[in-house]
């Protein structure tokens, strides 16, 4: 358990802009700040963060909350965790519990493969530096490429020894579980059931996660035999999927952010060497294709890749077609090539940084026209050649989202293949018809049309009913009313009363005493409520913040909701319209008593129905008689608290 004090510290110090700001690009939009959804692809901001009330809400995915709660969606973090992500961040000191064999063994098992990968890196980096054949092979390895022992640290590089079980065996010894040995990859079973290590005599590479915890690895060897694969990486696991992750991001994305702007190389060493330089905004796709997943990962710090190639000519045009997915996903994409035998490790090695920046700012070129420039000059005169050339730049540039920037590209390909602008907007806007066709013929065969069945219905068919598909039931008027009692409890709960006949207490404890006789319906909106209530009778007023930066996702998500506006009023609303809106906040009493007494008069009206419907249905002269009294009764408060409203709130 982290001690309550210091949960206390981490949210005072904890800056909610500056902590989701190293996940997704904002921009300030009056007092807030807006960006795109990390949690599902889109295409206009819809993502909010209020750093005046602490809060983000995703207005695409419905999620929202604290930092805790951002890191906890997007990291997959347990409360605990992302705590201590923010202690680690602000430098606050916290309370562990000592490890011992039996508290590595825990129950979240994502996290029982993040700790044995943590404990892997540590075992590899200290073979690296501390052993006889780690500093005679491995170090000798990363001195020869010209990483710092300060690179050599910060990337946690590391030797496996050249022995069967050298790491799995003091794992075991240290407590480790083999079923996580060989489920994160570090450890392979044979077939008599007994493991040896995957990376045995290679240096390794950590591979890092969006927050910098350790969840895979990748092994170069150092030997020359042919038989022996140049790299061997982790395999897929539940902490690792090799298309959702970019290698050196982590040390990268502040600095992207910053230089809007990401430089895109293709192995481990490229970059650490340019990283090294001083060039901290460069990440690596990790040896595979890449990915929708890896450009979205981008495009949340930046809407501008610059892919640095290598001289293989070869590998550059084979890469070409799977770049138009940047182009699909909004990104603007320049290349550039480095001369023949030289990769940006090499480059940036032998020539400094400076050479290497101005090599890139005199060399770079955008992708459409790049792509243009050497597909044209292998198609040479061969007109049908160039035919096909001209259809692939088109059906690049259909992939810009932007119709405005393809038409400007359309304009520039003219001119440079020699070929009349319409012509090439005619295949464009053919090419656009044929995709619309084709995602609209996909979208109805997809679409299942069958009656919608309720719960019953469907457990009586062998059914579940569709939830996704299923049109949302308009919220009912006492849901409505219950939620709005909660939310000028979280706003105003604790401002002083200064009415007429009303002092010297607060809104918050007067609205819980007013509402001692409601039973609220919706189980979230009374277990808001029942906290409230015990905390005043505990002498503490509770705040937004206090539910904000609550463990029940429930009464976070309630607060967010009802806190979080996705339209602002213009402050210029009334001088250009004039239009007056009312605040509810120049007649409090009305908003107060107009909510409480709404809501009361909801619930009589409820009494009221049931009350008519049992007299519809009674017998017995005496049970009609105490029915009807109750009836005459109710009718009598739901008149006063009519009058209560007309009189009172009205004025």
Not at 114 to 125: E, G, L, T
Not at 208 to 227: P, V, Y
Not at 336 to 358: A, C, E, I, N, R
Request: contains cysteine.
């Amino acid at each position: 358990m982290i001690t309550k004090s210091t949960i206390d510290r981490i949210m005072e110090a904890t800056d909610i802009v500056e902590v989701i700001g190293e996940f997704v690009q904002l921009k300030k939009r009056g007092a807030n700040f807006i960006g795109l959804s990390p949690f599902v692809n889109e295409k206009t901001p819809s993502f909010t963060v209020s750093p005046a009330k602490g809060i983000f809400k995703d207005f695409s995915s419905g999620k929202g909350g604290s930092a805790v709660t951002f890191l906890m969606e997007l990291e997959k973090f347990t409360y605990p965790e992302a705590l201590k992500w923010l202690a680690k961040k602000y430098s606050i000191e916290i309370e562990e519990t000592v490890e011992s064999k039996e508290n590595r063994e825990e129950d979240n098992r994502r996290e029982s493969l993040m700790i044995v990968s943590a404990y892997a890196a540590k075992f590899f980096h200290e073979s690296l530096l501390e052993t006889d054949e780690g500093q005679s092979i491995g170090l000798s390895y990363f001195k020869e490429r010209g990483f710092s022992t300060e690179t050599i640290k910060k990337f946690e590089l590391g030797y496996s020894p050249d022995q069967w079980e050298a790491f799995t065996g003091q794992a075991l010894k240290e407590g480790y579980q083999e079923e996580f040995l060989v489920d994160s990859g570090l450890s392979v079973k044979r077939d008599n059931g007994s493991l040896y290590d995957r990376y045995r005599g290679r240096v390794m590479f950590p591979i890092h996660s969006f927050t910098g915890r350790i969840i895979a690895f990748g092994g170069r060897t150092l030997k020359k035999d042919k038989n022996v694969p140049k790299y061997v990486n982790s395999p897929e696991s539940e902490i690792y999927h090799k298309s959702n992750v970019l290698y050196g991001l982590y040390f990268a994305k502040r600095a992207i952010r910053d230089e809007d702007n990401c430089y895109l190389v293709e192995g481990y060493a490229d970059v650490i060497s340019v990283h090294q330089a001083g060039i901290e905004n460069v990440v690596a796709s990790s040896g595979t294709s890449l990915t929708v997943e890896q450009i979205r990962l981008i495009g949340r710090l930046t809407k501008n890749i610059t892919i640095l190639y290598d001289g293989d000519a070869a590998g550059i045009k084979a890469s070409l077609r799977g770049l138009d997915m940047i182009l699909e996903e909004g990104l603007n994409v320049k290349v550039v090539l480095f001369p023949d035998g030289h990769d940006p490790d090499s480059f940036v090695q032998q020539f400094g940084t400076s050479v290497f920046k101005k090599h890139i700012e005199d060399n770079k070129k955008d992708f459409i026209l790049y792509k243009t420039d050497i597909l044209l000059k292998d198609a040479g005169n061969d007109p049908i050649k160039k035919a096909t050339v001209i259809r692939e730049i088109v059906e690049s540039i259909s992939k810009i989202p932007d119709s405005i920037k393809a038409s400007v590209f359309i304009k520039e390909c003219s001119m440079q293949l020699q070929i009349d602008e319409r012509a090439l907007l005619s295949e464009l806007n053919k090419m656009r018809q044929a995709k619309a066709k084709k995602d609209h013929e996909k979208s109805e065969k997809t679409t299942t049309y069958r009656p919608e069945l309720s719960p019953e219905d469907a457990a009586l068919f062998g059914e579940q009913p569709d939830v996704a598909e299923a049109a949302p039931k308009p919220e009912k008027e006492s849901d409505t009313q219950e939620k709005e009692i909660i939310r000028l409890l979280l706003l105003y709960g604790n401002k002083m009363i200064d009415w007429d006949g009303i002092a010297n207490t607060y809104i918050g404890p007067f609205m819980v005493a007013e509402l001692s006789d409601v039973e609220f319906e919706q189980p979230v909106c009374k277990e808001f409520l029942e906290i409230y209530r015990q905390e005043v009778e505990n002498g503490v007023l509770p705040d937004e913040q206090f539910f904000i930066h609550s463990q029940d996702k429930n009464l976070v998500d309630l607060t967010v909701n009802l806190l979080a506006n996705k339209y602002m009023l213009s402050e210029n609303w009334l001088e250009m319209h004039k239009i007056f809106v009312p605040d509810e906040q120049a007649n409090m009493k009305a908003t107060i008593l107009g909510a409480i007494f709404h809501l009361k008069k909801q619930k009589v009206g409820k009494i009221l129905e049931s009350l008519r419907k049992q007299l519809q249905t009674t017998t017995e002269a005496a049970d009609q008689e105490i029915l009807l009294n109750q009836y005459m009764h109710m009718k009598k408060v739901e008149k006063h608290i009519s009058d209560y409203l007309g009189s009172v709130i009205l004025k």
